[in-house]
C-alpha cells in the first residue's frame, strides 16, 4: 500500500492541530536567520567558486554525468550537491542565488525534522528546545548560509536518522526504515559518508540484546534488506559513470574513476595528505567554539544526564551515536570542523531531551552571560572602527568593494547588532533560560506521554 498519503495526512494534521503551532514561529525565524543574504554576494574561495563553476559548466555544456571545472574532469566530490545548484541555476538563471539555495533549504529541513522527532519522542517542548538548540549553534547557521557540501550531507543523514528513530521507536515503520537508508545512499553519492546512521545500529543492538522486548517487530530480519536499498540508491549514479569511464576508456576518465572511487574515500580517510590533527582535535578545537554553548550545557546538566540516561533508550542511542561520529573522524589524521557537523541535530534533539524541565549548574549561565558580553562588546567596537574608516578595516573590505558607504553600512549593522545583544543582556534575557525556560509547557505530541510535569493547566 502507498504509504505517502498517510505519511502527509499526519503532518496536516498535527500542523493544523494545536500541536505544531510552535514550529509555524520556529520555521519562520529559521527561515530569516538561514535566507537572510541569499543572492547577494558572490561565491567566497575556497570551495564556493569551485562548486558554482562546476554547476555553471553543467547547465552550459549538458554534462551532468561527471563534473567538470574549466572542462577538465573535477574528482574531488560526488556530483549531488553541484546537480542541486546547477538545478537552481537552470530554474532562475542567477547563480549567485543558486549556489546558496541548496544549503539552506537543506538546513530548513534539517530544523524541521530535528522538530518533528522531538515532538514524536517526547513533546513539543522538547521539541522547541530542540529546534532553538541547533539554531543557537554558530556551525549549524554558518554551513547553512554557505555553499559546501557539509550542510547537505548532514541533512541526508538526519534524515537517515529520523527514519531510523521513528522505526524503533515510534513504530515499527519499515517505509521509514527504508527510506533512511535510501537517503544513505545519497549522502554516499554526495559526500561518501552518509552512511553515518548506520552506526546508530551499534547502541540499538545493545538495548536490544539487553531487553530484547524493546525492540520487538522492529529489529527483525527483513532490516537486512536496508542496505540493499542503500546500494541501489549509491548505484544510481556510480553505475552510469563507471559504464561510460569503461565505454570511452580515456586516461582522464579513468584517472577520475580512480580518484573518485578509491583516492576520495577510503585513502583520504586511513591516509590523509592535508588538514592533519591530532586525535583530540574535534574535542579541543570545534566543540567548544562551533558547537557553543551546547558542550557547555550537556557538563552543566551532569546531574539531569544521570536522572534521564536508565528511563530514555533513545537519549541513549542518540549521545552513543553523536559520540561514534566524533570518533570516527577522531580516528583519521585528516581532520575539518565541518566533518562533524553531521552529528550536531541529533546532539541538539538529545541534549533538549535531557535538560528541558531541568535547570543546569549556575556556572553555565555565568559562562554564557560573560561569553555574550564579550560579543556585544566586540561588535560596538567593530562597527565604530567602521564608521570611522578604520585603516585596516578600510584594507579588508576593500577586496570585496571600493564603495566607502559599504563599509559604513556593515559598520552601522554591526553597531546596532551590539548594541541589541548588550540591551538583551543588560535585560538578564540570558542564554541558558532561553534554553531552559524559554517556552511555557505545552502539550505533548501523544496524548499518554508525560515528562513528569504534568497539573492544572500545564498540557498534560
Known amino acids: 500500500m502507498n504509504q505517502t498519503p498517510s505519511v502527509w495526512q499526519d503532518l ?3 500542523v493544523q492541530g494545536n500541536e505544531y503551532r510552535a514550529v509555524l514561529g520556529l520555521l519562520p525565524l529559521a527561515a530569516v536567520l538561514i535566507l537572510a543574504g541569499i543572492g547577494m554576494r558572490s561565491p567566497w574561495p575556497a570551495d564556493e567558486p569551485r562548486f558554482a563553476e562546476v554547476a555553471r559548466e553543467m547547465v552550459d555544456f549538458h554534462q551532468w554525468l561527471i563534473p567538470m571545472r574549466g572542462g577538465q574532469f573535477y574528482p574531488d566530490k560526488p556530483p549531488v550537491f553541484m546537480w542541486t545548484i546547477a538545478t537552481c541555476y537552470w530554474l ?8 546558496l539555495l541548496p544549503n539552506a533549504l537543506c538546513g530548513l529541513l534539517t530544523v524541521f525534522l530535528v522538530f518533528d522527532i522531538g515532538a514524536r519522542l517526547w513533546n513539543v517542548r522538547t521539541a522547541r528546545n530542540a529546534t532553538l ?26 534524515v537517515g536518522c529520523y527514519g531510523l528513530l521513528r522505526h524503533f521507536f515510534t513504530g515499527p515503520s519499515w517505509g521509514w526504515y527504508f527510506t533512511a537508508w535510501g537517503f544513505m545512499g545519497l549522502g554516499i553519492i554526495t559526500k561518501g559518508v552518509g552512511f553515518l546512521p548506520l552506526l546508530m545500529f551499534i547502541p540499538i543492538a545493545v538495548l536490544a540484546f539487553r531487553g530484547r522486548s524493546l525492540f520487538q517487530g522492529r529489529l527483525t530480519w527483513l532490516c537486512l534488506a536496508g ?33 573518485i572511487l578509491f583516492k576520495q574515500t577510503g585513502e583520504r580517510y586511513a591516509n590523509s595528505w592535508g588538514h592533519i590533527q591530532p586525535w583530540y582535535y574535534f574535542l579541543k578545537d570545534v566543540l567548544p567554539l562551533h558547537w557553543f554553548p551546547l558542550p557547555f550545557l550537556l557538563i552543566a546538566s551532569w546531574r539531569p544526564i544521570k536522572e534521564r540516561l536508565p528511563s530514555s533508550p533513545a537519549v541513549i542511542v542518540l549521545l552513543t551515536w553523536v559520540a561514534l561520529v566524533i570518533l570516527f573522524f577522531s580516528i583519521s589524521p585528516g581532520k575539518r570542523d565541518v566533518y562533524i557537523l553531521p552529528a550536531l541535530p541529533m546532539f541538539a534533539l538529545s ?3 535531557i535538560v528541558t524541565g531541568r535547570t543546569p549548574a549556575r556556572w553555565f549561565g555565568i559562562l554564557v ?24 578595516l578600510v584594507e579588508k573590505v576593500s577586496h570585496y568593494s571600493t564603495d566607502p558607504e559599504q563599509l559604513h553600512a556593515l559598520g552601522t549593522f554591526v553597531l546596532i547588532c551590539g548594541i541589541w545583544v548588550g540591551t538583551v543582556m543588560a535585560g538578564r534575557w540570558l542564554p541558558a533560560v532561553l534554553i531552559c525556560r524559554l517556552w511555557p509547557d505545552g502539550a505533548p505530541a501523544h496524548p499518554t506521554e508525560c515528562d513528569g510535569e504534568c497539573g492544572p493547566g500545564r498540557g498534560c
Open 351 to 353: 541534549l533538549a531531551a
Open 12 to 14: 496536516l494534521r498535527r
Open 369 to 392: 552571560t560573560g561569553v555574550q558580553g564579550v560579543i556585544a562588546v566586540a561588535l560596538i567596537a567593530i562597527g565604530i572602527l567602521a564608521l570611522r574608516d578604520y585603516p585596516k
Open 92 to 99: 532562475t538563471g542567477n547563480l549567485k542565488l543558486a549556489f
Open 227 to 259: 542496505p540493499l536499498v542503500m546500494l541501489l540508491v549509491a548505484a544510481a549514479w556510480l553505475v552510469p559513470m563507471v559504464l561510460y569511464v569503461d565505454h570511452h576508456g580515456t586516461t582522464e576518465l579513468l584517472k577520475y574513476r580512480d580518484n
Open 133 to 158: 538548540l541547533l539554531l543557537l549553534a554558530p556551525q549549524f547557521l554558518l554551513q547553512s548560509k554557505n555553499a559546501q557540501i557539509d550542510a547537505m550531507v548532514a541533512c541526508w543523514i538526519t
